[in-house]
């Protein structure tokens, strides 16, 4: 059971190059979202999914795309990066609905990725 | 939209001290509120959870209580230990997940 696994773990980009961070799931949950950490801003939600074919924005969508064609992929795509987008992005994923495990979140272990 | 608030750090308490970390959330609804810890070069973990008013989460010594009134859902723990050093983030879901800004402990030998 591999959980949330995310690639590349680094990445380092020029300014306006484009890229997708993966993201894929072995637990048929259907809620997967994507967050940027950042130091003193804590985690902040880009996008997220609560199935497929279903995607919308977090808090900080700008600069940023995704799409959900299936249950256990959601890729990030920067379409043209800036230094601002110098981050940590975590993947998560979760059950939704009322069991006793939904809405817990599992990690992926993150991708470090720098902007030049 | 939905928000959380969560005390600025770092905290820095003696080992054994009591811990508090306060986290005020607001929504529409009825949301699930959970704690989240990352220890030092480590992801985010499940510390503990609350799905409805009055629900008390508990998990390591680490308690919380779910306050529809106030709507708060503050962390505490009666004696902290060394171990306990991370960053502790408050979170809610609602039509989505998301975080307050976490609140770095350190704890002192």
């Known amino acids: 059971n591999a959980g949330v696994t995310q690639t590349p773990k680094f990445q380092v980009l020029k300014t306006g190059q484009s890229m997708t961070l993966q993201c894929a799931q072995d637990m048929n949950h259907e809620y997967m979202s994507w967050y940027r950490q950042d130091p003193g801003m804590g985690l902040r939600l880009i996008h997220y999914?609560?199935?497929?074919?279903?995607?919308d924005q977090g808090e900080v969508p700008n600069g940023y795309n995704v799409s959900r064609s299936t249950t256990e992929d959601f890729p990030l795509r920067l379409l043209s990066a800036a230094p601002s987008q110098t981050s940590v992005y975590f993947c998560?994923?979760?059950?939704?609905?009322?069991?006793?495990?939904?809405?817990?979140?599992?990690f992926g272990a993150g991708s470090r990725l720098t902007v030049l | 939209g939905d928000s959380v608030t969560q005390m600025e750090g770092p905290v820095t308490l003696s080992e054994e001290a009591f811990l508090t970390i306060n986290c005020t959330y607001t929504a529409t609804g009825y949301p699930s509120l959970f704690w989240y810890v990352q220890y030092p070069g480590e992801g985010l973990q499940l510390l503990l959870k609350a799905t409805k008013a009055d629900d008390k989460g508990s998990n390591k010594g680490f308690e919380a209580t779910y306050r529809k009134e106030t709507t708060s859902f503050h962390l505490e723990k009666g004696s902290v230990q060394v171990s306990d050093s991370a960053v502790y983030f408050c979170a809610l879901r609602g039509g989505k997940i998301i975080f307050g800004k976490g609140t770095r402990l350190h704890i002192l030998p």
């Open positions: 998560a994923s979760s059950y939704s609905g009322a069991s006793s495990g939904a809405n817990v979140l599992t």
């Open positions: 999914s609560v199935g497929a074919g279903i995607t």
